[in-house]
């Protein structure tokens, strides 16, 4: 089957749905695919609640990201028997998780994010593809003139459009396309980047991690089967760790200095009470309550015997294989590991963590498969923090960042600024043995020049495949940036269309910019802060 579009977009993540959605309100036709049944990528099919700075209650976001998570607070209030106290709550948090001022179960991500689509579904602009992946691209020197993607069943279509968006998790389209683009670590020459390596190596890859949600039933026993690698697992102890992986005692990201975590599911602590602030406090040393993603107790008495734990923590980090730039039999063994990792993290939970009585297991842990949506009970797509990267007009390197290289107010301005974001410099264990890189950034402006591809003229990044490095992913690839890149590139490829021009000369020409900005504007689009503190 071959269908012709206005803007095709490859990926249903949070950037893909953003810019579904740009592009629909300038009424122009989309279609869209992703990979999985769910859209919203790492908010939903990989389970990881929202990573965001500390002013997303008061701006530093765009309009329509705000319009997203106005939606998931609306969805509880309507639906759920929340405490009065917590309905009347404007910043509601339904899991009181600590990592978020906005921690939820993806399952309602999902449904708002339907919402946010439906009408112009119904108006026949957007056409949505579940369960389509992308297996070919068709170049007619710089311009991207095809797309094939292929269902569950093999069977393929192919897609057209004026433009084409690679809003994937890990920038397939650049590689099907041989579209100019990086992987893994560039070398610390090419930038001049304080902690780039002296080597570049495409294969050196931040950590994979499949999520999984437990809750927690005391007396009970739902002990999984034990796992065929729990052996190696239990007994793995990286050289720069700080002894076991399978411990609740890890490095701390920004110190690397060794830390006792406790685990204590479903505490008396009303939640109402729980502050998410990272500039002040990481909230990673409490670990049921890091992520947690329904608190039992801003609901009804009796609504839910458990709260809802997803596991995201250093314990389930998979760096051993690179997923990137790798033949498909090292992909799906990087993929396989990375699950048997995570389910020998929840066997130990469930027989050998030590408790705070002093005996050891968690036996009452239980799998949430009905949370995450998948039949093994681990979020349906892998956490992918580091994607292909565009070689692009502009590249946003460490200096441009660094709260260290540029002063703690000090900002890096751009004149195409298209969004901003804010997040530490956050780059979780490599493939080649790297530890963590969490260091302190600044609150940073997204250039339109990192959306613009050096030579392809109609293919643009919608993800976290912009022109960053190896290094500045670490603070570009969360949750609100992902969806503002996606939304711009949305807008800039409907902008292109209906004025006849190129990204390129979008970008390039100050007058020409400053039209493309008054649209961004008029949507919502913050493009520079206020005065306030990287940390």
Same mark, same amino acid.
């Given at each position: 089957?071959?269908?012709?579009?206005?803007?095709?977009?490859?990926?249903?993540?949070?950037?893909?749905?953003?810019?579904?959605? +740009? &592009?629909?309100? /300038?009424? !122009?036709?989309? =279609?869209?695919?992703?990979? *999985?049944?769910?859209?919203?990528?790492?908010? $939903?099919?990989?389970?990881?609640?929202?990573?965001?700075?500390?002013?997303?209650?008061?701006?530093?976001?765009?309009?329509?990201?705000?319009?997203?998570?106005?939606?998931?607070?609306?969805?509880?209030?309507?639906?759920?028997?929340?405490?009065?106290?917590?309905?009347?709550?404007?910043?509601?948090?339904?899991?009181?998780?600590?990592?978020?001022?906005?921690?939820?179960?993806?399952?309602?991500?999902?449904?708002?994010?339907?919402?946010?689509?439906?009408?112009?579904?119904?108006?026949?602009?957007?056409?949505?593809?579940?369960?389509?992946?992308?297996?070919?691209?068709?170049?007619?020197?710089?311009?991207?003139? +095809? &797309?094939?993607? /292929?269902? !569950?069943?093999? =069977?393929?279509?192919?897609? *057209?459009?004026?433009?084409?968006?690679?809003? $994937?998790?890990?920038?397939?389209?650049?590689?099907?396309?041989?579209?100019?683009?990086?992987?893994?670590?560039?070398?610390?020459?090419?930038?001049?980047?304080?902690?780039?390596?002296?080597?570049?190596?495409?294969?050196?890859?931040?950590?994979?991690?499949?999520?999984?949600?437990?809750?927690?039933?005391?007396?009970?026993?739902?002990?999984?089967?034990?796992?065929?690698?729990?052996?190696?697992?239990?007994?793995?102890?990286?050289?720069?760790?700080?002894?076991?992986?399978?411990?609740?005692?890890?490095?701390?990201?920004?110190?690397?200095?060794?830390?006792?975590?406790?685990?204590?599911?479903?505490?008396?602590?009303?939640?109402?009470?729980?502050?998410?602030?990272?500039?002040?406090?990481?909230?990673?040393?409490?670990?049921?309550?890091?992520?947690?993603?329904?608190?039992?107790?801003?609901?009804?008495?009796?609504?839910?015997?458990?709260?809802?734990?997803?596991?995201?923590?250093?314990?389930?980090?998979?760096?051993?294989?690179?997923?990137?730039?790798?033949?498909?039999?090292?992909?799906?063994?990087?993929?396989?590991?990375?699950?048997?990792?995570?389910?020998?993290?929840?066997?130990?939970?469930?027989?050998?963590?030590?408790?705070?009585?002093?005996?050891?297991?968690?036996?009452?842990?239980?799998?949430?498969?009905?949370?995450?949506?998948?039949?093994?009970?681990?979020?349906?797509?892998?956490?992918?923090?580091?994607?292909?990267?565009?070689?692009?007009?502009?590249?946003?390197?460490?200096?441009?960042?660094?709260?260290?290289?540029?002063?703690?107010?000090?900002?890096?301005?751009?004149?195409?600024?298209?969004?901003?974001?804010?997040?530490?410099?956050?780059?979780?264990?490599?493939?080649?043995?790297?530890?963590?890189?969490?260091?302190?950034?600044?609150?940073?402006?997204?250039?339109?020049?990192?959306?613009?591809?050096?030579?392809?003229?109609?293919?643009?990044?919608?993800?976290?495949?912009?022109?960053?490095?190896?290094?500045?992913?670490?603070?570009?690839?969360?949750?609100?940036?992902?969806?503002?890149?996606?939304?711009?590139?949305?807008?800039?490829?409907?902008?292109?269309?209906?004025?006849?021009?190129?990204?390129?000369?979008?970008?390039?020409?100050?007058?020409?910019?400053?039209?493309?900005?008054?649209?961004?504007?008029?949507?919502?689009?913050?493009?520079?802060?206020?005065?306030?503190?990287?940390?």
């Amino acid at each position: 089957m071959a269908a012709s579009t206005d803007v095709v977009i490859i990926g249903g993540g949070l950037g893909g749905v953003a810019a579904a959605l +740009a &592009v629909c309100r /300038a009424g !122009r036709r989309v =279609v869209l695919t992703e990979e *999985t049944d769910w859209l919203g990528g790492q908010l $939903t099919s990989q389970a990881v609640p929202p990573d965001e700075h500390p002013w997303v209650e008061q701006f530093g976001v765009t309009a329509a990201y705000r319009s997203l998570r106005d939606g998931i607070r609306d969805y509880y209030r309507r639906h759920y028997p929340l405490r009065p106290e917590a309905a009347a709550d404007p910043r509601l948090n339904p899991g009181a998780g600590r990592v978020s001022k906005l921690c939820h179960e993806p399952r309602v991500a999902v449904a708002v994010i339907d919402q946010l689509l439906a009408p112009y579904r119904s108006a026949g602009l957007l056409t949505v593809l579940t369960e389509h992946r992308p297996v070919a691209v068709t170049m007619d020197g710089d311009t991207c003139a +095809a &797309v094939t993607v /292929a269902d !569950r069943d093999g =069977v393929t279509h192919t897609l *057209t459009g004026g433009y084409v968006l690679d809003a $994937t998790e890990t920038g397939e389209l650049l590689a099907l396309g041989g579209v100019e683009h990086v992987t893994g670590a560039e070398s610390r020459a090419e930038h001049g980047e304080p902690h780039a390596p002296e080597q570049a190596d495409p294969l050196n890859q931040q950590g994979i991690t499949f999520c999984f949600a437990v809750s927690h039933h005391a007396g009970e026993d739902h002990t999984i089967p034990r796992p065929e690698r729990y052996d190696f697992w239990r007994s793995y102890a990286p050289e720069f760790w700080t002894g076991p992986l399978l411990s609740l005692t890890a490095p701390d990201p920004r110190t690397l200095e060794a830390g006792t975590r406790s685990f204590e599911p479903n505490p008396d602590q009303d939640p109402l009470a729980v502050s998410a602030d990272q500039s002040a406090d990481a909230g990673d040393k409490e670990l049921w309550g890091f992520r947690r993603i329904l608190a039992r107790k801003l609901f009804a008495d009796g609504a839910f015997a458990s709260d809802i734990c997803l596991v995201n923590w250093p314990l389930n980090d998979y760096w051993l294989t690179p997923l990137v730039g790798v033949d498909d039999a090292t992909r799906d063994h990087a993929l396989a590991e990375a699950r048997q990792l995570s389910l020998s993290v929840l066997y130990w939970l469930q027989t050998e963590a030590p408790r705070p009585d002093g005996g050891t297991g968690f036996p009452g842990l239980r799998l949430r498969p009905d949370v995450t949506g998948s039949a093994d009970g681990l979020a349906k797509a892998a956490y992918v923090r580091e994607s292909r990267r565009i070689r692009a007009v502009t590249t946003v390197i460490e200096q441009h960042v660094s709260a260290a290289i540029v002063g703690g107010t000090g900002r890096t301005r751009y004149p195409d600024s298209v969004g901003v974001g804010s997040y530490r410099i956050d780059l979780h264990p490599s493939t080649a043995g790297d530890h963590y890189i969490d260091v302190a950034s600044v609150p940073f402006e997204i250039p339109l020049g990192a959306l613009v591809p050096v030579r392809v003229t109609n293919l643009l990044p919608a993800g976290k495949n912009i022109g960053t490095t190896h290094i500045t992913n670490g603070c570009y690839r969360l949750h609100p940036v992902e969806w503002n890149v996606g939304e711009v590139a949305g807008a800039l490829a409907a902008h292109c269309l209906g004025r006849g021009l190129t990204p390129r000369e979008v970008q390039a020409d100050p007058d020409r910019f400053a039209d493309f900005a008054a649209v961004l504007d008029a949507q919502g689009v913050e493009r520079h802060w206020p005065e306030v503190q990287g940390y």
